[in-house]
């Protein structure tokens, strides 16, 4: 489906679940692929195991998390968890995933048959922003009531989410990656292009964004969807 405005959150959130579980019950049957592509594909599905689970978090609170392709004619009675129990799980997703993924496909064996065009593959500094943003979350005064019934922040949590965000940080900040702040000059290229061949808003600041799928929306409809540096 291409119209972007026409995607439903809870029925591919539990699709791309599904998908994700699949895959990784399956990994064993790539005999052909290398160690790197294995990893690669293990990583991205982590990863998006996570982000849909995090994703449905946010609107509905704790809930299952699903790591396992489930039969059409098994009865669901799968407990629901309170959010800061959904959110370790999740966490655990997004750090292996960031374990596994690279900082930049282009310095990968697979990624330099799309060289100068995998801008938009998952890599580790989206895993760990995910990580830290999820353990935030958790940490928030909200889900700490709704899973310990203490209005505060929790301090734990928090740290957590401290630590990934430093993990991110010191990798950007010591330009192993390809993400920086970007010069005064071109601040206006962070929200809107114009006369660049249709280019992607968000320069080196954005750090996770989708296609754009519409000539029009690459300049002002992913300016508003996908803010810069916008985990």
């Given at each position: 489906?291409?119209?972007?405005?026409?995607?439903?959150?809870?029925?591919?959130?539990?699709y791309?679940?599904?998908?994700?579980?699949?895959g990784?019950?399956?990994?064993?049957?790539?005999?052909?692929?290398?160690?790197?592509?294995?990893?690669?594909?293990?990583?991205?599905?982590?990863?998006?195991?996570?982000?849909?689970?995090?994703?449905?978090?946010?609107?509905?609170?704790?809930?299952?998390?699903i790591?396992?392709?489930?039969?059409?004619?098994?009865?669901?009675?799968?407990?629901?968890?309170?959010?800061?129990?959904?959110?370790?799980?999740?966490?655990?997703?997004?750090?292996?995933?960031a374990?596994?993924?690279?900082?930049?496909?282009?310095?990968?064996?697979?990624?330099?048959?799309?060289?100068?065009?995998?801008?938009?593959?998952?890599?580790?500094?989206?895993?760990?922003?995910?990580?830290?943003?999820?353990?935030?979350?958790?940490?928030?005064?909200?889900?700490?009531?709704?899973?310990?019934?203490?209005?505060?922040?929790?301090?734990?949590?928090?740290k957590?989410?401290?630590?990934?965000?430093?993990?991110?940080?010191?990798?950007?900040?010591?330009?192993?990656?390809?993400?920086?702040?970007?010069?005064?000059?071109?601040?206006?290229?962070?929200?809107?292009?114009?006369?660049q061949?249709?280019?992607?808003?968000?320069?080196?600041?954005?750090?996770?964004?989708?296609?754009?799928?519409?000539?029009?929306?690459?300049?002002?409809?992913?300016?508003?969807?996908?803010?810069?540096?916008?985990?």
């Amino acid at each position: 489906n291409g119209d972007r405005l026409n995607k439903s959150l809870w029925a591919f959130g539990w699709y791309g679940i599904r998908k994700a579980n699949i895959g990784l019950e399956n990994l064993d049957k790539l005999t052909e692929a290398t160690d790197e592509e294995k990893r690669l594909i293990k990583g991205q599905l982590l990863f998006f195991r996570g982000w849909f689970h995090f994703q449905f978090m946010q609107y509905f609170g704790g809930l299952p998390y699903i790591d396992k392709s489930l039969s059409t004619e098994e009865k669901l009675t799968l407990p629901r968890l309170s959010y800061q129990e959904t959110a370790d799980r999740a966490a655990q997703d997004f750090r292996e995933a960031a374990d596994l993924l690279p900082i930049d496909w282009d310095n990968t064996t697979a990624g330099k048959r799309t060289l100068g065009k995998n801008q938009l593959r998952i890599n580790k500094i989206m895993a760990l922003g995910y990580l830290g943003k999820n353990y935030l979350w958790a940490g928030s005064p909200l889900m700490n009531s709704e899973s310990t019934g203490n209005k505060t922040y929790n301090e734990e949590y928090c740290k957590k989410a401290a630590a990934a965000f430093a993990e991110l940080l010191l990798l950007v900040e010591s330009g192993k990656t390809q993400y920086a702040l970007v010069e005064f000059t071109k601040y206006s290229n962070l929200f809107y292009t114009n006369g660049q061949s249709w280019k992607m808003p968000g320069e080196t600041e954005a750090i996770f964004r989708g296609p754009s799928y519409e000539p029009n929306s690459s300049n002002w409809g992913l300016s508003k969807q996908y803010q810069p540096g916008g985990i």
